[in-house]
């Protein structure tokens, strides 16, 4: 019910919609990214699969649906050869592993990976910071955002109370 479900948030006045790149094929897909489209709202599709090979599909199934953000992933090289223009590409910083994903990785790396994706081009970053373990979730925003002087930070990944969402704000994230 997943276009139903685009026609309610719509109704709402939702105006960024996505969907993960499990669970439907492209065809489903691409109706959602038309049903999106459709509505006036930015369509999104996050790669959250857990082999390179997958997550290469995934960002072409993305270059081929012309959503108008990727988030996650980690290679940018790959990213880049495949989608071309990075503005509307949002990685993962850290070491994301398995599935549900959990972010591995120091304030540094996740710095450092950052910092990189601007210089790449990319839009900005899709920080998992609430799946860290082995840092606090808000020392790795504040490193990203201090990272990301250009760049839009988002924060994905179990964030379900409204009390993370307002110190999410505080601390300078974007969506």
Same mark, same amino acid.
């Given at each position: ?7 309610? &948030?719509?109704? $709402?006045? +939702? ?6 790149? !499990? ?6 897909? @691409? =109706? *959602? ?8 709202? &930015?369509?999104? $599709?996050? +790669? ?6 997958? !997550? ?6 993305? @270059? =081929? *649906? ?49 910092r990189m994706a601007q210089t790449m081009g990319c839009g900005g970053v899709d920080l998992l910071a609430y799946r860290a373990t082995e840092t606090d ?16 930070l988002i924060v994905a990944g179990s964030v379900s109370t409204k009390r993370q969402i307002d110190v999410l704000a505080e601390a300078g994230v974007d969506?």
């Amino acid at each position: 019910d997943a276009g139903d479900l685009i026609e309610l &948030a719509c109704d $709402l006045g +939702v105006t960024h919609i996505g969907f993960k790149d !499990v669970g439907v094929p492209p065809e489903t897909m @691409r =109706d *959602l990214v038309e049903k999106i489209r459709r509505r006036g709202a &930015a369509s999104y $599709l996050e +790669v959250v699969s857990t082999t390179p090979e997958a !997550v290469l599909r995934s960002l072409q199934v993305a @270059r =081929d *649906l012309g959503v108008d953000r990727v988030l996650g992933g980690t290679e940018l090289d790959a990213a880049k050869r495949i989608l071309g223009e990075l503005a509307g590409y949002f990685p993962f910083p850290g070491r994301p592993i398995g599935h549900p994903t959990r972010l591995e990785g120091s304030v540094a790396l996740v710095a450092e990976h950052s910092r990189m994706a601007q210089t790449m081009g990319c839009g900005g970053v899709d920080l998992l910071a609430y799946r860290a373990t082995e840092t606090d979730p808000l020392d790795l925003v504040r490193a990203a955002r201090a990272a990301l002087p250009r760049g839009k930070l988002i924060v994905a990944g179990s964030v379900s109370t409204k009390r993370q969402i307002d110190v999410l704000a505080e601390a300078g994230v974007d969506a």
